[in-house]
């Protein structure tokens, strides 16, 4: 499969109120992705294989998950006849309550409870409510249906049962090292800080990331200042240099040339281009 990364700017989210409801239908793989907000993932039919931030675990019907701003992730079908539905809520941290909020900045890596049927069936039902709430032009309507989200969050979150999906200690190490890199991509941080500030050498470090994820320290680092930059482009009418240098790269002409290779054109032409596909 591509492994080429695919950059989200979820366009309904950002005009949803912060939340954003998508049912979708997976029939073949889907590449490598990330976003800068939180999943909530609602498996309503099928199954697959979902590979997350170097490690897989199977996912089918009756499974709730959360997925952070810092994960890593893809969907891996069988070449034919493999299907998955998921019902998805995406949303910024800032629209659920305060409380649920700084359990969620907690969290390094996805949480995947093990529900019962019934306690599946109450979080879909709430979700697919909150969904109706959300879409509606009554403001009494979409903040009952941020309460039912975040009443599902502090379902799960409040879970005796809810694991994180890595288990062993270097799987562990590789979800914390992510979640550092997501929040501060946009400082000077090298091998060799971000090294010293889990206590091991820079070649375990660089070791650890290939093998689980296959990419280095600097290509993983790119990935989240891309991220941003790709969101600002589109989002927003900021100077492309001040986006280069707000999203953590510290020489404009070393920027353009890695988002030419990313992605076969210029940061401008990305803007003119990409945007106005998105509005279509």
């Known amino acids: 499969m591509d492994k080429k990364l695919i950059y ?10 912060g939340i954003n409801f998508n049912y979708s239908t997976m029939t073949e793989s889907f590449n490598l992705h990330l976003h800068d907000f939180y ?12 590979c997350l931030n170097g490690d897989s675990f199977e996912i089918s019907e009756g499974d709730v998950y959360i997925l952070t701003p810092s994960d890593i992730h893809n969907f891996i079908l069988p070449e034919k006849g493999g299907h998955v539905e998921i019902f998805n809520v995406s949303f910024y ?15 390094t890596t996805a949480l995947v409870p093990k529900i019962e049927p019934e306690q599946y069936q109450l979080i879909y039902q709430l979700a697919k409510r909150a969904k109706e709430g959300i879409l509606s032009e009554n403001a009494s309507n979409r903040a ?10 502090c379902m799960l979150l409040g879970m005796r049962n809810t694991v994180g999906i890595k288990t062993s200690n270097e799987k562990s190490r590789v979800s914390l090292i992510l979640d550092y890199i997501s929040k501060n991509y ?11 500030k889990f206590r091991i050498s820079k070649c375990y470090l660089s070791t650890l990331l290939t093998a689980n994820l296959g990419k280095g320290f600097r290509e993983i680092l790119n990935i989240y200042r891309m991220r941003q930059v790709t ?5 927003t009418e ?30 401008s032409q990305y803007r003119t281009q990409v945007n106005g596909i998105v509005k279509m």
Not at 39 to 50: D, F
Not at 186 to 196: F, G, M, R, W
């Open 39 to 50: 999943e909530l993932e609602i498996v309503t039919r099928g199954g697959c294989v979902e």
């Open 8 to 17: 989200f700017v979820n366009n309904n989210l950002c005009t949803k109120y």
């Open 231 to 235: 969101n600002e482009l589109l989002l």
């Open 144 to 153: 009952a249906a941020e309460h039912m989200l975040s009443c599902i969050l």
């Open 93 to 107: 941290k800032e629209y659920v309550a305060y409380h649920i909020r700084e359990c969620l900045e907690k969290i």
């Open 186 to 196: 946009c400082n000077d941080i090298s091998l060799s800080d971000t090294a010293e």
């Open 238 to 267: 900021k100077s492309i240099t001040d986006i280069c240098y707000d999203a953590g790269y510290q020489n404009y002409v070393h920027f353009s040339r890695l988002f030419k290779q990313q992605f076969g054109m210029t940061p």
